[in-house]
């Protein structure tokens, strides 16, 4: 029967070409037979999605940041980093969307529909060049294919101002263009999406410009945070999208990051998870795993500029540093126990404590894990992971008003103090006075207490998610990364300590590992070298203190791959970095 089947595919593909020789091959795309419907349109555009980010990539996306400590330290900050190990210098998905510009105009379809497929190749080619931007400053720009016998392929680097001024044309066209109807699936770039990556675009590049005055652009910085403020205006104000709130309270947070349906109340875009179609990350693999993952925990400074449940910082307490786990875990900002395990958290039904055999701090994350076990060992998490979502929208208007002197009380209210609201802080008053441990431990330049705050808000509200070290590399404080390592209160050693008040001893700090052990007690040596206690015999963690830490200016630019400035001579290697 198959035989008989591919007998008369092939007796109807003769009798085709008998009738009309000029026909090319089927199995040939050329621009005259793939560019003529919305349907060959919809079917090429579909191929730019696989440049989003994938769920792994979302997964491991913070481990760069000053928040986070782990079992290999980055050696960007440690060792000696050259343009010998850079990557990244890739151009292939651009030349995708630039040939699909150069032929969708052929279509024969509506300007309407034409234009919505051109804005999706903007958007993503505008997508594209920020991520280039961010790490490698100037690029060359093309908005064209390329031949070997281009001259422009070997052409030197453009200026900031050029690329990122087409950037910002690219997004234009696309926010303008591109459909404006909500996806329910969180997959599709619609115009929403498009006015939200528009605001992180600009808020970056605003605020790049006004803290890096070595670019001499402090004086555009403001029209960039003004088109930051008004891409994110309009998505607020086109009531699409609003917090997550329906739920209770101590599980909203989390939930947008732990389900395989993403949440489209809250959520534009995402990578979507699925078991059936055995779509995953490896999210419980790489935060739970001790040999797989990085053992990456939350540092002590970080837990400590959560706020308590009444609006307070937890810092203005006297005996803040000195507080033990069990203490300092209540009566905090709810996304606290929704992003580290604590208190009555629980993995299959069994209580789960910190566990001291992947974490490093005491803080262990949850956020972006299930709590099921049977993913631990494996890359088959189904959860689908946020890539754009409302909170960071709120949080980007917020910062772009601020930092543009145009911040007023109602925008407080319409931002930051809904976030703080649903993290169940029943008082979020406007500050008017500096957070002394904010500008102590993280932003000493900064005094006003309203991008202090704003600076909290997002550390919290968006921390995993990938922008930790993009936010330090804008605000030109990328030597928090060379900050001291730091866990949680040890109130002395050889101490069983309980963390989450079962009953049940999880963990003792010790000279010696003693030779009877306490079952289900994990026994940490303080060496005095890679885990010490700040007062010797008890005292916060402080944790690889014997690695030298190094953060120079020129670290804000990742260098130009070493293979690619001799292919082409016209390339200067980003300053600081040699080849």
């Known amino acids: 029967m198959q035989r008989f089947i591919y007998i008369i595919i092939a007796s109807v593909l003769l009798a085709s070409c008998k009738t009309d020789l000029n026909l090319k091959p089927f199995d040939k795309l050329s621009p005259e037979n793939a560019f003529n419907t919305e349907k060959d349109l919809q079917l090429y555009a579909n191929s730019f999605y696989l440049n989003l980010p994938t769920g792994t990539d979302i997964v491991k996306s913070d481990a760069l940041s000053d928040y986070l400590v782990g079992r290999t330290p980055s050696n960007y900050i440690y060792g000696n980093f050259s343009a010998t190990q850079a990557t990244g210098w890739t151009w292939t998905n651009l030349r995708k969307v630039n040939y699909f510009l150069e032929h969708a105009g052929q279509a024969k379809i509506t300007d309407e529909a034409k234009n919505h497929y051109m804005g999706l190749a903007r958007f993503f080619r505008a997508w594209f060049y920020f ?92 029209t960039w945070l003004t088109e930051a403020a008004n891409a994110a205006d309009l998505v607020i104000k086109g009531n699409q999208y609003k917090l997550l709130t329906t739920g ?18 809250e959520i534009l875009l995402a990578f979507v998870g699925s078991k059936s179609l055995r779509v995953f990350n490896d999210a419980n693999w790489y935060w739970t795993s001790a040999t797989y993952g990085g053992r990456y925990s939350f540092t002590k400074t970080f837990i400590d500029t959560y706020l308590k449940t009444d609006g307070t910082p937890f810092t203005a307490q006297p005996d803040y540093a000195t507080q033990t786990f069990v203490q300092e875990v209540k009566n905090r900002d709810l996304r ?26 005491g803080y262990m994350p949850i956020k972006l894990t299930v709590d099921a076990k049977a993913t631990d060992g494996v890359a088959e998490n189904p959860n689908s992971l946020p890539l754009i979502r409302y909170a960071e929208v709120l949080l980007n208007y917020a910062e772009a008003r601020a930092e543009s002197g145009a911040f007023t009380p109602a925008d407080w209210t319409n931002t930051i103090a809904l976030l703080r609201t649903r993290a169940g802080i029943t008082a979020a008053p406007l500050p008017t006075v500096a957070d002394t441990y904010l500008k102590d431990n993280y932003f000493p330049l900064i005094t006003d207490p309203v991008i202090l705050e704003i600076r909290r808000e997002r550390g919290i509200e968006l921390a995993l998610e990938g922008f930790r070290y993009d936010d330090l590399k804008r605000w030109k404080t990328g030597g928090l990364l060379t900050k001291q390592y730091t866990g949680m209160y040890v109130p002395a050693l050889n101490t069983l300590m309980d963390l989450n008040e079962d009953g049940k001893m999880d963990v003792s700090f010790v000279e010696t590992t003693p030779p009877t052990k306490v079952p ?27 690695l030298e830490r190094k953060y120079e200016d020129y670290k804000y630019y990742y260098p130009i791959p070493y293979n690619e400035i001799v292919l082409n001579k016209n390339l200067e290697q980003n300053a600081g970095w040699t080849n």
Request: aromatic share 12%; proline share 5%.
């Open 248 to 265: 209770a309270a101590d599980k909203n947070y989390r939930d947008l990051f732990i389900n395989e349906t993403p949440n489209n109340t």
């Open 131 to 222: 991520e280039m931007v961010k790490e490698f400053g100037p690029v060359p720009f093309y908005n064209k294919t390329l031949d070997v016998s281009d001259p422009d392929l070997y052409k030197p680097r453009d200026p900031r101002t050029l690329v990122m001024d087409s950037v910002l044309a690219d997004l234009n066209f696309a926010c303008a263009n591109i459909r404006n109807t909500k996806d329910a699936t969180c997959s599709q770039i619609t115009r929403w999406v498009a006015l939200a990556f528009k605001s992180r675009v600009c808020l970056f590049e605003g605020t790049f410009r006004k803290y890096h005055t070595e670019l001499n652009l402090t004086g555009t910085a403001n």
């Open 336 to 361: 606290l126990k929704q992003s580290i395990r604590l208190g009555n958290y629980t993995r299959d039904g069994a209580a789960a404590p910190p566990d001291f055999t992947y974490t490093y701090t």
């Open 520 to 546: 289900g007690v994990t026994y940490i040596v303080v060496d005095k070298v890679q885990v010490k206690l700040s007062n010797n015999t008890s005292g916060r963690l402080i944790l690889f203190d014997n």
